[in-house]
């Protein structure tokens, strides 16, 4: 195992470099977290669906080659599902977001510059690695993830996050790469380069895609070879770090430390149709509380909040509407029963009878540290008998779990007639107690 720590520095001398970086993945994360707990899922075509079982989010290649995309509604394939065998599970969030960190902790093991970009993908910082060691460095992390922790990886190396980005993807599409490719030699990433479509460049959306087209781009070495002044004026700045970040100039480096968010939301779609206020009320009070919750996670307050719901494009009998408001607060807060009070009042000044309602959320934006902001002149918060309050509530969460401890106004999880559908959710092995995995005696 060729671990940067003392004990392997014989196998990847650190050395001052030139900068590269390396793009772990996990192989259909989801997927392969279910995999974990459940052996009988190795070569079995597995998906994963959104929440309320709306649509595939996850897939196996073996469900892949059953026809099976990205995003298809549930019901429309829950047929051939059954009649291939297809094992289907709902969002465990829990599992997946538990796993992830212990896979991200394997990788702090290789090196102490990382940056965790989504759940299921992380870039490493191999610039200390000797250029001819990085590869086998890789492959023993992929293996080390791979026994400690169950999931498979596709390990991308390149001089920039662009590049790293584009061997992760030639990693994963070419399996005779054994999950690792290392586009650090100027020749082999040449080469590749002239095979990919630029579809397959990291943050080239449709928009994108059409303005390279327009200007003759078909492969991802059209685009490295665009003129960098000709790409900022169609594309801004971000099409100039592009160019250069395909030449193997580094503009992107890592956030090993997350930015301060600057917004946050709490959004659901109901698992039934949502018609009376009461009901409504509810939702976006449990969305309000979790809200306040992710704030005061990083010491941040908002004094505006807006609240929105709507109906279902897919309800063709029933009359359509959106609607939004936007309450704003005296001064920043993250008490969860003053945030709560201001999603209540915004609900009951745009509510309508006659519609039936699909999805609702609370969204802040202009997030300001909240021991820095402003405090109101009139109408000021007590913010230290909610503050210790509030203490205390996420003292209970944190013991016994979310939702202990919650606002009658939100109701209880369990009595909650409109909370998301988990009906084909697998246990939470990692999280709770009461659903581990259990060994029978012989």
Known sequence: MAMVTSQSSSKASRVGSVRSFALSDGNSFYCSCERVFDPRLARVPVIVLSNNDGCAIARTPEAKALGIRMGEPWFKIRQLCRSEGV??????????????????????????????????ESFVDLSDVRETERAELARDMRETVRKWTGIPTCVGIGPTRTLSKLANHIAKKHPELGGVCD?????????????????????????????????????????????????????????????YELRGIAC???????????????????????????????????????????????ALGTDHVTIFFHTSEHDRDGPQRSVSTVVTLPEASNDGLVLLKAAKFGVRRIWRDGYRYSKAGIISTDLVPLEASQRALIGAFDRERGGALMDAVDACNRRFGRGAVVSAAAGLERERSWSTKFEMRSPRYTTRLDEMPVVAAC
């Not at 094992?87 to 940056?115: C, T």
């Not at 460049?201 to 665009?226: F, H, M, N, Q, Y």
């Not at 939301?265 to 149709?273: I, N």
């Open 252 to 298: 992107l480096d890592l956030e090993t430390v997350a930015p301060t968010r600057k917004g946050c939301a709490v959004t659901r779609s109901f698992s039934d149709r949502v018609e009376d206020l009461a009901v409504m009320e509810q939702a976006v009070a449990a969305h309000a509380s979790r809200l306040a919750e992710k704030l005061r996670a990083q």
């Open 87 to 120: 094992r289907v599970y709902s969002s465990n969030y829990a599992l997946y977001g538990d796993m992830s960190s212990r896979v991200n902790e394997v990788y702090r093991r290789f090196s102490p510059r990382i940056e965790v970009y989504s759940i299921d």
């Open 183 to 243: 586009l650090t030699d100027e020749q082999e990433r040449a080469a590749w380069m002239g095979l990919i479509p630029m579809q397959e460049i990291w943050g080239v959306g449709p928009a994108t895609a059409r303005k390279l087209e327009a200007a003759g781009c078909d492969s991802v070495a059209d685009v490295r070879d665009l003129d960098p002044r000709m790409a900022r004026k169609s594309m801004t700045v971000v099409g100039e770090r592009l160019v």
